[in-house]
Every structure is written in structure tokens, then in C-alpha cells.
């Protein structure tokens, strides 16, 4: 048996340029209010074992930055890294943030979804978001392509490159860009690492690329689950990996007996 973390997590897209998600405020006081544990904690899958995913998921070791090594904004309206916590200041920074961006009354929603459930703690921070759900066909032809109203959710990873992820997320002119992130900074940082051979001098700029979506949140990033995987001892060369070839597992796989 092996337990390993799922390379896919949850991801929320909104429309950055209307209102009110263009306001940084607000789409900080959204990452504030998920609760990552939450999320876990009600998953069939994990039963409460997992990781947090910053900009790459936290399977990829090598390349995902640490949660708790985020660069933190100075002030008390920073974004919270593990989500659940309470606020430095009594539980007032998710309100603070809504009366600066002019969301005193809380933030309404269309959200479009495959099955139900989103981020933790969304309803008791003022988040009415209000879940359509889509058919598989229906939404893999449209909400990941970004059409959607407002806000969309649904799973993101799958790739074996961890760089491929931010790629297909945050370039303009992706078709998995769902949420339209047009970051003329965020760009050039993504297309510097892919011209850098070193790979510690890489690994650093793909960290920075984690902080820097962070801090925009250019994405709601939920966590991976923690799975099991269970085989014979007579089936030899063979182990989980982090991808959907199955097939390719099988084939190198053989039965000692």
C-alpha cells in the first residue's frame, strides 16, 4: 500500500475584471474566508488527510512552495496561508476588507459547478454564492473555458509538468485561463523561467511565481486529498504515480506467479 497526494485540487475562477472581484480586496477577503481543512475534512476521499496547494499543487515536492513559506503582506488584511484561522484582530479582517471595497452588504454569486461543495467557511463570512450545477459535457464545453457570469469551480492539475499548470491558468490567450488573467508582470515571470536551463535558478522563479499569484490571487486554490493506493505483492513493477496513465503503468507491470 502507498498513500500519496493527488497532483489535482480544487480551484474557484471568478471574473477579474468586473465587479467586485477586480478589487484585490476582495478577492483576498474570499482566499481569508476558505477554510482548506474544512474542505478536507468533508471529502470521501482523505477524511481529512491532505495538503493545502499553493499556485502547483503540493504533489510536485520539488516545485510547490511550501504554504507557510508565502511572502505575507504587511498589513492585517493580508491573505492567511492555511485558511481557518482567526484573524489577528478578532475576526474583523474579512468585514474591514468588504466595507473598503464597498461589499458591506457581502458578496452575491452565480457559481458554476459539476457537483456540489466549495470553499469552507464561504457562508459564514458573508459569501452568498449560489450553485448552479452543471452536467460533465456541459461544463468541461463550457465553465473551464471561462464561460461562466461570474464564478466558476471545479478541479485543476492532471499535467506532469508542474509549470504547465501556471501556464494554462494564468497566459492570456490560454483556453484554461477561465478567470481571464491578464498580469503583464505575472507573464513575463512565467516566460523567463521557461528560458532558464539552471535548475536551482528555476526552481527559485517558479517559487516567486507561487508568491506573486498569491498575493493577487489570481486563483482560489484548494487542497489535494491524500489517496491510497493498494496492489498485490505478486504485481512487480508497480506503484501509484501522480498522472492518468494507467495504461502506461500496466504495461510495465508483470505477475509473479
Request: hydrophobic share 40%; aromatic share 10%; net charge positive.
Amino acid at each position: 500500500m502507498q498513500d500519496y497526494i493527488v497532483v489535482f485540487g480544487g480551484i474557484t475562477w471568478a471574473k477579474f475584471d468586473q465587479d467586485p472581484f477586480k478589487d484585490l480586496r476582495v478577492r483576498r477577503a474570499l482566499q481569508i474566508a476558505t477554510n482548506w481543512r474544512e474542505v478536507l475534512e468533508t471529502n470521501a476521499w482523505s477524511q481529512g488527510r491532505g495538503a493545502p496547494n499553493p499556485a502547483i499543487p503540493a504533489a510536485f515536492k520539488d516545485w510547490s512552495l511550501p504554504i507557510d513559506q508565502l511572502r505575507r503582506e504587511p498589513e492585517a488584511l493580508r491573505l492567511r496561508p492555511a485558511g481557518g484561522e482567526e484573524a489577528p484582530d478578532g475576526g474583523r479582517s474579512f468585514e474591514r476588507v468588504q466595507d473598503h471595497a464597498g461589499n458591506d452588504g457581502g458578496i452575491r454569486a452565480r457559481l458554476h459547478r459539476r457537483r456540489s461543495g466549495h470553499g469552507g467557511g464561504w457562508k459564514k463570512a458573508g459569501i452568498d454564492a449560489e450553485i448552479k450545477l452543471k452536467e460533465y459535457g456541459a461544463f468541461i464545453s463550457s465553465t473551464i473555458f471561462g464561460k461562466f457570469d461570474k464564478m466558476g469551480g471545479g478541479l485543476f492539475g492532471g499535467w506532469t509538468i508542474p509549470t504547465a499548470i501556471c501556464i494554462a491558468t494564468s497566459l492570456p490567450g490560454q483556453p484554461l485561463n477561465a478567470s481571464g488573467v491578464n498580469d503583464s508582470k505575472l507573464t513575463e515571470m512565467i516566460k523567463l523561467q521557461r528560458r532558464t536551463f539552471n535548475v536551482a535558478k528555476r526552481r527559485e522563479m517558479i517559487y516567486d511565481i507561487q508568491r506573486y499569484i498569491s498575493q493577487h490571487v489570481w486563483a482560489l486554490y484548494g487542497p489535494s486529498v491524500s489517496a491510497v493506493a493498494a496492489w498485490e505483492p505478486y504485481v512487480k513493477n508497480f506503484g501509484p504515480n501522480i498522472g492518468h496513465d494507467y495504461g502506461g503503468r500496466l504495461m510495465v507491470a508483470w505477475l509473479d506467479r
